[in-house]
């Protein structure tokens, strides 16, 4: 197996040629994920029956729509409709390329990648941006980690300051801490020297212009690598050891394709197994006080790393558990203008705790004075809620100026606003009305005032936009025809469930000569023959079904579940999963005996093809009164009441077959 530096170097020399992994390492990279396993890093899963629940992470919501099904390596989400395979979701959440995707699974799983190149450049420029920029950020970090060891100045500059402020050398190396050198260009030699492409440097923020030469964009810094969800490098934060004036003490890599600041949390893949663990996310405001409290023990920590909180950061963290507490540094002035920013996360609906350390202490500060079970025990002893923390803080600050109070109680009944969770505002409300000495009353009803506000304001948004797209809308086509063109496409859809569920099982039946057994997928496309389906995604894969037969190689769900196409795997998956089981309870508790539909699946083919029939035989029967109505001599007439007779002897037949009364 190749070493990432191996593989990372080939990518570099070769990066504007096409590398194809092989179809046999597709398989298997696919074949070995577990699907539990890998969205169960992002999402917490919680065991439903055969299947997995969680809150989906690609739209916000209350209550856990999002599903998993281990058994066929799937996953969907029935509030915003996402759906796809383990590749999928990789792409879908990290941004990943397909390629990236695949090549992320490989090196979890430790399976080897045969690689194919076509000596066939294209221009792959989109997809290989990103997995570029990756690369050429793993070879700073080890660049900036190798110079904080073995160089001069990085050991007495930069590794003397990390083993001042008490970091062992486990933890430098688990965090990949390093050191960026004095001189201007030291990292861009070194990366021109390994044949490393300009053009990426740049867009990673690594090296930048001054007039016509190219120079490093850290230099002389302590480095703090910034990684994703997934453990690659996106971005550095450097912190400068010097005093010099009009030289900010922090910079941060610049955005870029794979960085922003605003999405990303420090310490977010070292805190993501802990933060589950202990179900409650630590926030804190530096990088040094996130790898302080994990060298100490507490790992379930992460930082905003000096900006306001987003809500694309509240995000993250409701992925992994709904409780947040933070850990403030003991500066009172600091400490009001943070609390500013922590409506975000009611927002979110998180649970959210506060803790403001004794001054002059940060959290940094207090694990390395007072230990790892001090802070420990601090926290259990002094968390608060954030309403009533906010609420006491500036209590402390109003005195008897009445004006002052107005004010204060309008800042803290917006903050409960926010709160989706209605009982949590009531609960909150009860208790701020007897700590502020205010009418509870009073206090719901600024809330809902606030509420009725915001409201209003979104409303009148919608009806701009309304107004808008109503200039440009359509006529309105006939609500029958819709009707009849949406049930039928349905019938269309059921087929194609029934080749997807079904298409490889076999079926015994008679002929002249005794009985063999046939593939259900080849008694239907026998009963289709002739017949195109009108949605042409569907009518695709039915072609492929077909493709199968005739080479004698049919394709079972999972091909289409890992189709090359987007839209058919996205097409196939909402065909396959349901969010229902059938429970055991029916039988253990209730003495219900319940077949399962893979045991009555020739009575489901039958349903559903004499159904897809009726539908396309009443169709039929409509276009050809349609056509008598316009007949122009008796001929004509009465060929087409021919032809109604026998669609409607047929009609009947299909009717009576499933049991069915069709009122026209």
């Excluded at 899963?45 to 998993?68: I, M, Q, W």
């Excluded at 083993?163 to 688990?174: A, L, M, Q, V």
């Excluded at 609906?349 to 207090?366: G, K, T, Y």
Aim: charged share 30%; aromatic share 8%.
């Amino acid at each position: 197996m190749l070493s990432t530096e191996h593989r990372n170097i080939m990518h570099q020399h070769f990066l504007f040629l096409d590398f194809m992994i092989s179809q046999r390492s597709i398989s298997l990279i696919l074949e070995s994920a577990n699907i539990v396993e890998v969205i169960g890093e992002y999402v917490r899963l919680k065991r439903v029956g055969s299947n997995y629940a969680g809150l989906c992470p690609f739209h916000n919501e209350k209550t856990p729509s999002f599903n998993v099904s281990p058994s066929r390596g799937i996953y969907k989400c029935f509030g915003c409709g996402a759906a796809g395979n383990v590749s999928k979701f990789l792409m879908e959440h990290e941004h990943f390329s397909y390629p990236e995707a695949l090549r992320y699974l490989a090196e979890k799983y430790r399976i080897e990648i045969e690689e194919i190149r076509t000596d066939k450049p294209e221009d792959k420029a989109g997809e290989n941006l990103k997995e570029s920029l990756m690369v050429a950020n793993g070879f700073a970090q080890k660049f900036y980690s190798d110079i904080l060891f073995h160089s001069d100045d990085g050991k007495a500059i930069g590794l003397s300051y990390f083993t001042e402020r008490g970091f062992r050398e486990d933890t430098i190396k688990k965090f990949q801490l390093g050191f960026a050198p004095k001189a201007e260009d030291a990292f861009y030699n070194e990366a021109k020297a390994k044949s490393y492409n300009e053009e990426i440097l740049k867009s990673a923020g690594l090296i930048t212009e001054r007039g016509n030469r190219k120079v490093d964009f850290f230099r002389e810094r302590v480095m703090f690598p910034i990684h994703n969800f997934s453990g690659r490098v996106i971005g550095f934060g450097g912190r400068i050891l010097t005093h010099e004036k009009g030289v900010p003490k922090y910079i941060n890599t610049p955005q870029t394709p794979i960085y922003d600041k605003s999405k990303t949390l420090y310490g977010i893949f070292f805190a993501k197994n802990s933060v589950r663990k202990n179900d409650e996310c630590i926030l804190v405001e530096g990088y040094t006080d996130v790898i302080s409290l994990s060298q100490a023990g507490i790992e379930n920590v992460v930082a905003s790393s000096g900006t306001s909180l987003t809500a694309e950061q509240a995000k993250l963290i409701r992925r992994m558990t709904q409780n947040v507490t933070i850990l403030y540094d003991g500066d009172s002035a600091g400490l009001k203008a943070a609390l500013r920013g922590i409506d975000i996360l009611l927002e979110e609906d998180l649970n959210v705790r506060v803790i403001a350390l004794p001054e002059p202490e940060d959290p940094d500060s207090f694990v390395r004075t007072h230990g790892a079970l001090a802070l420990q025990e601090y926290i259990a002893k002094n968390k608060s809620d954030f309403i009533l923390f906010k609420t006491k803080l500036l209590l402390c600050e109003i005195g008897n100026d009445p004006y002052k109070k107005a004010e204060a109680i309008k800042d803290i009944v917006t903050s409960i606003a926010i709160i989706p969770d209605a009982i949590k505002r009531s609960l909150l409300l009860k208790e701020c009305s007897f700590l502020l000495s205010v009418d509870e009353q009073i206090l719901i009803s600024e809330t809902n005032k606030i509420k009725r506000n915001k409201f209003s304001r979104e409303a009148n948004i919608s009806s701009q936009e309304v107004i808008l797209i109503s200039h440009d809308a359509q006529p309105v086509h006939d609500q029958r025809t819709s009707d009849h063109q949406q049930n039928f496409e349905l019938q269309e859809r059921d087929i194609i469930r029934l080749l997807l569920e079904y298409g490889n099982e076999l079926v015994e039946i008679e002929y002249e000569g005794g009985k063999k057994s046939e593939p259900v997928l080849k008694l239907i496309l026998e009963d289709l023959q002739g017949i195109t389906l009108e949605n042409p995604l569907l009518n695709r894969i039915l072609e492929e079904f077909a493709e199968g037969i005739k080479n004698e190689k049919i394709p079972d769900q999972n091909y289409f579940i890992h189709h090359p196409q987007k839209e058919i795997c996205d097409l196939a998956i909402g065909l396959l999963y349901s969010p229902y089981e059938i429970s055991p309870n029916w039988y253990t508790m209730h003495d219900i005996v319940v077949t399962d539909k893979r045991f009555i699946f020739r009575q489901d083919i039958r349903s559903s093809m004499s159904r897809f029939k009726l539908k396309r035989l009443l169709r039929m029967i409509d276009e050809c009164q349609q056509k008598a109505k316009q007949a122009k001599d008796e001929e004509e007439i009465d060929r087409c009441l021919r032809k109604l007779h026998r669609y409607q002897v047929l009609k009947k037949e299909l009717a009576n077959d499933l049991g069915t009364v069709v009122l026209r």
